[in-house]
């Protein structure tokens, strides 16, 4: 009964702490999308200032958008001293690729640029088969190799593409900045990929929402429900192949490509909403999460539980009917 009294001690006296504090909120642009930062404090000083040179030191090291940054000088050359911000992202890139046996893979650019969904935009429409075959054999994560700090590639024309996971992993740095100056209470969020620490303002979960379907036929078009995710100590990502598309054939095909097949995914998921432990995990699992599909996508998810990943899919059956289905204890606040 004690240890109980005095949990419950702890509990309520962890929620006036928060509530006492200060709800800090700020918010811009940055990585070619939005980023808010909301935390509990004392301190009136701003952080944002702070916050914008972590995403250009980041920028400096993963941005494919930025000609100087180190991402780009690797897929230009053959190797590269990486800094600690790319060491960390490759190393999770290629335990994810491992782990899902090639469906996430940073090697994808050249595939990616193929279709039409590179830094350079076009809409050609889909690719020959015989040029899919040919960029393929620059495709697949056995391809890098890294030796103490090098990033080295096995083969002339291998390029890397971290857009799959470096918003992911921003979110993540962010929310380790705040730890770092005494922040316990905060929700960052980077272009939909959030990080949940501690609780809000009224000291509750963190609450998010999140696009659910109503009934009927294409009724994300006629505008979203929302679902309300409660975060806790944990971090949310979500893809989806209904913004970046083009239409061929009677086709859509969607920016996600299969790093196996070449192929633009024109399956039948709408979204994917993945939770983890931290964000760049959710950011890298979603990816995978849209190529395995519903079934097997859950059935992974079940049969991995040291991951510790939910899932929440709003895909369309077989008669056009928008539908959704999850993991169990997808909704859980931890």
């Not at 109980?4 to 929620?15: E, G, I, R």
């Not at 590269?80 to 290629?94: I, P």
């Not at 940073?106 to 990616?112: E, N, R, S």
């Not at 209904?242 to 097949?261: K, L, N, V, W």
Request: with cysteine.
């Amino acid at each position: 009964m004690k240890a109980k009294a005095l949990l419950l001690l702890f509990s309520v006296c962890l929620t006036v702490s928060a509530a006492a504090q200060r709800l800090v909120t700020f918010q811009g642009k940055a990585q070619g999308t939005y980023y808010i930062v909301k935390y509990l404090g004392e301190d009136s000083t701003s952080l944002q200032p702070d916050v914008e040179s972590i995403f250009r030191e980041i920028d400096r090291s993963l941005s494919l958008y930025l000609p100087s940054s180190l991402i780009n000088r690797f897929n230009k050359g053959q190797q590269v001293v990486m800094d600690d911000y790319m060491r960390t992202v490759v190393k999770k890139a290629q335990e994810v690729s491992r782990l899902t046996n090639g469906l996430f893979d940073i090697t994808v650019k050249p595939l990616v640029d193929l279709w039409g969904f590179g830094v350079v935009r076009h809409s050609k429409g889909q690719p020959s088969a015989a040029n899919i075959r040919k960029t393929l054999q620059l495709v697949g994560y056995r391809l890098l190799t890294v030796r103490s700090r090098y990033l080295i590639k096995k083969k002339a024309g291998v390029e890397i593409d971290c857009n799959g996971i470096a918003q992911g992993f921003t979110s993540d740095v962010v929310g380790s900045f705040l730890l770092s100056r005494g922040i316990r209470n905060f929700l960052v969020d980077v272009g939909g990929e959030l990080v949940a620490s501690g609780v809000n303002a009224q000291g509750q979960p963190w609450s998010v929402g999140i696009e659910r379907p109503s009934s009927g036929k294409d009724s994300l078009q006629q505008g979203p429900m929302q679902a309300i995710l409660r975060l806790k100590n944990r971090a949310v990502a979500t893809s989806g192949n209904y913004r970046r598309f083009f239409d061929e054939g009677g086709t859509r095909f969607a920016h996600t490509i299969h790093p196996r097949t070449g192929q633009a995914v024109h399956n039948n998921i709408i979204t994917v909403t993945v939770t983890a432990p931290d964000a760049i995990t959710a950011d890298a699992y979603d990816n995978a999460m849209i190529l395995l599909g519903v079934d097997q996508g859950l059935a992974f998810i079940a049969r991995n539980p040291k991951l510790q990943l939910g899932a929440y899919y709003v895909y369309k059956d077989d008669d056009g009917q928008v539908k959704e289905k999850y993991s169990p204890g997808f909704f859980a606040t931890e």
